[in-house]
């Protein structure tokens, strides 16, 4: 697996394809709002995790609010590759670039019922 910088220019349709993987339930358009712009200002990083010719996950960091000095960390993982710590490896490869980035720290928001990213956070 490779791990590169998120570009919509190059990983649109791959970014979506992922998220129809994960929320089958969405619509096409709820699906390609995820493959947003990486130069809108509270955008700080997004990773992608990739597999062959298709993305694993992503995971991405936000500022909360344009003042804010603090951090919101998401990810997401295709339904194939849970459990097999493609979110913990994504973490770990840009948490040098995020830990000193906000200095009011980092959130991770997840469901109660979400117990892999209750344990990865």
């Known amino acids: 697996m490779r791990f590169v910088a998120y570009r919509k220019s190059e990983h649109k349709t791959a970014v979506i394809e ?3 993987e994960i929320y089958p339930d969405w619509t096409i358009y709820e699906c390609a709002r995820m ?5 809108q200002p509270a955008h700080h990083l ?4 990739i597999s062959g010719e298709n993305v694993a996950g992503q995971l991405n960091v ?3 609010a ?3 000095e603090l951090g919101n960390i998401g990810f997401h993982v295709h339904p ?3 459990g ?6 994504m973490l770990y490869r840009v948490w040098e670039a995020i830990t000193d ?3 009011d720290g980092l959130v991770i928001q997840t469901e109660k019922s979400n117990k892999a990213s209750i344990n990865l956070a």
Do not use: K
């Open 18 to 20: 992922l998220f129809r």
């Open 35 to 39: 493959a947003y712009d990486e130069n």
């Open 46 to 49: 997004t990773l992608l995790a």
């Open 62 to 64: 936000f500022r909360v």
């Open 66 to 68: 344009p003042a804010a």
């Open 80 to 82: 194939h590759w849970r």
């Open 84 to 89: 097999m710590g493609v979110a913990a490896s």
């Open 101 to 103: 980035a906000f200095a």
